[in-house]
């Protein structure tokens, strides 16, 4: 972090990075909504539906060759989820699966209609501009929505701005359904044009086989292409060219000992966690490590995970956007009892084994035997009811943007949650014309032990730590620490803590480097700072050299500006070799800013300022809305002297946001350095309006205000004490300007508290001993200078002042 000095004699203007932690994690998701459809349909597609066999991997053969030998799974994949997660659009599925639009659907000032008779299709635009048609030419899901996707310029495959509800059988608005009700801010429909709704960067080969983007990052285009359309055989196999030759060359009757196929199971050796792990890069808010996983390999060497500090969740973990499964369910404790995979209650095609409603409660068994025996007496629920299927309560349905999703926590109801945080809970899901504090009494009634109490507790930790609110740190961090602690909540809560100020906080998130989830280990070592311990940089080494590469990643970008020449050769090597890990994740997915905006920190903290620059660049470039590029790259113009272009930058920032805290706050701070204080002081003012708890705005505008209102001062510096009680240098101005306001008593009973609080801060003995000298009170001062004088953390030039203030007084 730089300092920029604001004037001669007056405390240091600090600039704030955008963004807490060097990494912005971006949650790379696939629509959702798959369905089963007729086979009719289905050919091998690349861009714009031309068949594209030049897309097709070394080793992969596609599903049909598949077919010859496995007729009966063929037919079960080909009609599945899985087999017909994207298709090309023809006139039968129109025919069959679709109604007419009869009414444009009005977003702003256009007007959309789909035309879908005929040999072709296409959406009509009606605007300001005319009218224009989009082709339809692919379809994504059918489980509850149908989405269409259109060829836009660069090769760009765009989700269209109209989707068909499969349920209601009605055309709807794209992006508005996708609009979440947050209870803290306020979320807008994104432009069907955005890049969050192109096919070729965020579906992430989830709705399509072998998918290569193709992505040129000079002309910003794609020549996507893939295998076939739909999750095929191979996705979760493994490439079958080798098995097919082995098979064929067999002699009759004569199975090779190797069948050179993946088959993850429990049956071959998987155990549970790995067998899930093949669904879970696109079951998974998560956000690429790798390009390398194949079914089989462990998940966290590949991928990081979406956990909940992210607002998509309810700070229960329940689902508010769309988190799709794996966060809630690590949450599960049938998965951590390493009992249960995917494959115990859904086919390979992604079908429901338990459907029916006789074997309902059969998903969980043999586990849970006795409940499922007697399942009326454990539901409290009538035998033929819904309420007495395991999966009402346990794994209740709610719905976004049209899209309905079990809760795969299988934690019980939690009317009490509701009422706190309003989540939902299964118990108001059926009974939707009671309130939750109706369901709360039944629960309550039923169960003598309160199953609800752990719930609130770690969710008011989550629901705290998002508010920025420190007063439950301890817990917090006992909580960390504690060894049943759930991995989910106790990785959200270390991500969160990256923004407390508190220093108690170190001891915890070192200690977690331990932890036996790699995902909490990762983490923490993107939270620690290896300048400010020996015992963080000797963590955050050994986190280099952690098994599990989202640990190694995590430790090399905090370990990115602390200089390698000072480290032993071992280290040095450990270090290399996670940091060309970090770099090659970076460059995963080039097509999105924040990857560019996180190259850009790596550079920044390495101290190569053209390399940070250009990728900071690369990142407004592909995003010209996104706030955190335009502030870092101004601080790195900043930290060279060139002032013009940093303030440029940050003008820049604020016409995409005009209350962006950050680019108020470094503007503010960049202006007073320039002379400029009308200025400065008015985007401090702005940048608090955004972020009341922006310790150092407030304290940077007390400094500001000082000269013509020493109350509006004190106010201020007051606001930024009570806001970073960790932070001497608040307190210690607030007692300065007190005392200059004439209020010594309040000054001196600030500086008491600092010196109890940080007995090593020189400049607070100073200040109050001279406050006790000017009032006459010399013993009290020799006190002051002398108790300093006994703290073995005093600096030899600090104690040489304290003693020149002693002789001072000598005689007097």
């Not at 009700?181 to 080969?205: A, K, M, V, Y």
Request: net charge neutral; aromatic share 8%; hydrophobic share 35%.
């Amino acid at each position: 972090m730089s300092y920029l000095p604001f004037g001669k004699g007056e405390p240091n203007m600090a600039w704030i990075r955008s963004a807490v932690a060097a990494l912005v994690i971006m949650g790379f998701v696939a629509v959702k909504g798959l369905a089963a459809r007729s086979e009719s349909a289905r050919r091998t597609a690349g861009m714009a539906g031309e068949s594209r066999d030049t897309a097709r991997p070394p080793g992969y053969v596609g599903s049909s060759q598949c077919r010859v030998c496995h007729e009966r799974f063929y037919q079960l994949w080909a009609s599945s989820h899985h087999g017909l997660a994207m298709q090309p659009f023809t006139p039968d599925f129109a025919k069959t699966e679709l109604v007419p639009q009869t009414n444009d659907i009005v977003i702003g000032k256009y007007g959309y209609r789909a035309e879908t008779a005929g040999e072709t299709a296409s959406v009509h635009e009606k605007g300001p501009e005319g009218e224009k048609k989009y082709p339809i030419h692919h379809v994504m899901g059918g489980k509850n929505v149908y989405f269409f996707l259109t060829p836009m310029e660069r090769g760009r495959l765009q989700v269209l701005p109209v989707a068909f509800n499969v349920r209601t059988k009605k055309w709807y608005d794209t992006t508005a359904s996708m609009v979440r009700h947050f209870l803290d801010r306020t979320d807008e429909p994104l432009h069907w044009t955005d890049r969050l709704l192109t096919f070729n960067t965020s579906c992430h080969g989830c709705h399509v086989s072998q998918m290569r983007s193709n992505y040129d990052f000079e002309t910003d285009s794609y020549d996507s292409a893939w295998t076939e359309p739909g999750i095929n055989c191979e996705a979760c196999h493994g490439p079958a060219g080798e098995h097919i030759r082995v098979c064929k060359e067999a002699p009759e009757g004569q199975p090779p000992k190797d069948l050179e196929i993946l088959v993850i199971n429990r049956k071959s050796g998987y155990d549970a966690h790995r067998v899930s792990a093949q669904c879970a890069p696109c079951h998974a808010k998560m956000y690429p490590v790798s390009t390398a996983f194949v079914p089989g390999d462990r998940y966290f060497d590949h991928y990081g995970l979406i956990t909940l500090g992210h607002p998509d969740f309810y700070p229960d973990g329940r689902d508010l956007g769309e988190n799709y499964t794996y966060t809630s369910w690590l949450m599960s404790p049938c998965i951590k009892s390493g009992q249960l995979d995917c494959l115990h209650c859904h086919t390979s095609s992604g079908r429901y084994r338990f459907k029916e409603p006789e074997a309902a409660n059969g998903a969980c068994l043999p586990c849970h035997k006795e409940q499922v025996e007697k399942a009326p007496e454990h539901t409290r629920h009538k035998p033929d009811s819904e309420g007495n299927r395991c999966i009402a309560c346990h794994m209740p349905m709610t719905e976004f943007a049209l899209m309905r999703r079990s809760d795969h926590s299988m934690l019980p109801p939690t009317p009490a949650a509701t009422i706190r945080f309003k989540s939902p809970n299964a118990c108001n899901i059926c009974h939707d014309s009671e309130d939750a504090v109706w369901a709360d009494k039944y629960v309550r009634q039923w169960r003598k032990r309160d199953y609800q109490a752990p719930v609130l507790h770690r969710a008011g930790l989550i629901d705290a730590a998002r508010k920025h609110d420190w007063s439950r740190l301890p817990e917090m961090l006992e909580y960390v620490e504690r060894a049943d602690r759930d991995e989910v909540f106790a990785t959200s809560l270390v991500r969160l803590l990256q923004a407390c100020p508190d220093n108690r906080k170190w001891p915890a998130l070192l200690g977690a480097l331990r932890d036996p989830s790699p995902l909490v280990r990762s983490a923490a070592a993107a939270s620690l700072d290896p300048i400010m311990t020996e015992g963080m940089r000797a963590g955050l080494l050994a986190a280099a050299g952690d098994a599990y590469r989202v640990v190694r990643v995590s430790a090399a970008a905090s370990l990115a500006g602390f200089p390698q020449d000072s480290l032993e050769t071992r280290d040095q090597e450990r270090l290399r070799r996670a940091s060309e890990e970090y770099e090659a994740m970076l460059h995963v997915r080039l097509d999105n800013w924040s990857s560019h905006y996180n190259l850009g920190n790596y550079y920044a903290d390495r101290g190569e300022a053209e390399r940070a620059l250009a990728a900071y660049a690369t990142a407004m470039r592909l995003d010209p809305s996104r706030i955190p590029p335009h502030v870092n790259a101004a601080m790195v113009h900043a930290r060279r002297g060139e002032n013009a272009k940093a303030e440029n930058l940050l003008r820049l920032a604020l016409r995409s946001d005009p209350k962006s805290a950050e680019a108020n706050f470094n503007l503010g701070l960049l202006l007073a350095e320039l002379g400029n204080r009308d200025g400065a002081e008015k985007h401090l003012r702005l940048a608090l309006e955004t972020d009341p708890t922006l310790a150092q705005a407030a304290y940077n505008l007390s400094v500001l205000v000082s000269r013509e209102s020493l109350s509006e001062a004190v106010d201020w510096c007051r606001k930024a004490a009570e806001l970073r009680p960790d932070e001497p240098r608040y307190a210690y101005t607030l007692a300065f300007y007190l005392n200059q306001a004439g209020d010594m008593g309040g000054a001196k009973s600030v500086l008491k508290d600092l010196i109890q609080t940080h007995p090593s801060y020189s400049d607070a003995h100073l200040l109050l001993g001279t406050i006790y000298e000017k009032a006459g009170q010399l013993e009290q001062a020799r006190d002051v200078y002398r108790q300093a004088l006994q703290n073995p953390q005093i600096s030899e030039r600090e104690r040489y002042q304290l003693k020149l203030k002693i002789r001072s007084l000598r005689g007097r």
